[in-house]
């Protein structure tokens, strides 16, 4: 059965998922500065098997998994409102913050790690200048990153939101429905869902050293993870499948990841196949089992995408001061961790949160005066 456009629902699921994948690439980030891999601020010491491991349990899945569950959340979004209002959501939630973030949290980024490469000597305000010279680029010299550092996530999107507009409101029209609910139909026939394995494979293997590659990915890959998650979204039956065979694809999960490790031939070798067997996974076992909601899952709702911009920005300041420590690497770890959770949480409590003029920088709806009853959140006033 096809989703009714006309009738708009919310998906704790997703919502859960979301919170969950956030989570994930914070703790993802947040050991990047013990591995063998290059970022922007590295512990003394490193660890060769941290990054082979990482890739095996998180990173094949992680972006993907963001994008899917952003894909499902646009269906509903485009059935209640209209291309413009669309557009004008996307500027604000997703455009404002990337802006916001090129030119403050980015530079502070770039800053720490020209200071702790031995590239640069001053301060930060004497840094300001040379951040516009030449483009950010991993293992470069240019300083401008255009793309956010880590939100590239935010600028990937957009354009993603931006570019499906004719084909989401085409599918919201009579022939555009029709096809829509016979590819659902076709799909949710037991063993046609790897269909959707097929583009992905076929952008790994055709062009394999060709395109931007960022967070294990392609940008073309990840476009097709965010329509994949538009095309599940929009068919109860394909959802209802992708739960009856969460365990199947579950026990395949585990067996090629098991079969890499014992091989000693990572997935991020042929991570093409293995991602969908870890997504279905992953929607299965959510749809059947997080489909609630409690006071944690109400409060994180508004504050993922404040702790994802926030969150890099805040590990690398906190890790920067404590990775020269004379203490051992796991109490380093465990502090970075901590005190960074710690510091992300106060900030969007005490300064995001509560103030319309800053819920905007972040990508945030406005509170209104309905919306304060019964929270210690004051309204802005001041408009």
Known sequence: MQENYDQPIRRNDLDWLRVIAILGVFLYHSVHFFDNGDWSVKNPTTYAWIEPTLMNFMAVWMMPLIFLISGESVFYAVSKTKAVEFIRDKVMRLLVPLIVGVFSFSAMQVYLERISHGQFHGSFIDFI???????????????????????????????????FIPVFWWLKGETGSKLLRRVGELLAIPG??????????????????????????????????????????????????????????????????????????????????????????????????????????????????????????????????????????????LIIVVCTLVAIMGMYEYLVRRYNAIRILFGMKLIHCSDTRGTNIKPDTSK
């Open 129 to 163: 200048p040379h951040y516009f010279e030449g483009v950010y680029i991993p293992g470069g010299t240019g300083n401008f990153a255009f793309h956010g550092m880590h939100l590239w996530y935010l600028l990937f999107l957009f354009i993603f939101n931006i570019a």
């Open 192 to 333: 046609f869902l790897v269909l959707l394995f097929v583009p992905t494979v076929m952008i790994q293997n055709v062009a394999p050293n060709e395109g931007l590659v960022i967070g294990g990915w392609r940008m073309a890959q990840y476009a097709w993870f965010f329509f994949a998650g538009y095309l599940i979204s929009s068919h109860q039956q394909l959802r209802s499948q992708i739960i009856a065979t969460r365990w199947i694809w579950a026990c395949l999960s585990c067996v090629v990841i098991c079969g890499s490790v014992f091989l000693h031939k990572g997935p991020a070798n042929h991570p093409d196949i293995l991602v969908w067997l870890e997504l279905f996974t992953i929607l299965g076992f959510a749809m059947k089992r997080l489909d609630f909601t409690n006071p944690f899952l109400e409060y994180s709702r508004e504050a993922v995408m404040p702790f994802y911009i926030l969150h890099q920005n805040v590990l690398f300041l906190i890790g920067f001061f404590i990775v020269n420590l004379p203490i051992s690497d796991s109490a380093k770890y």
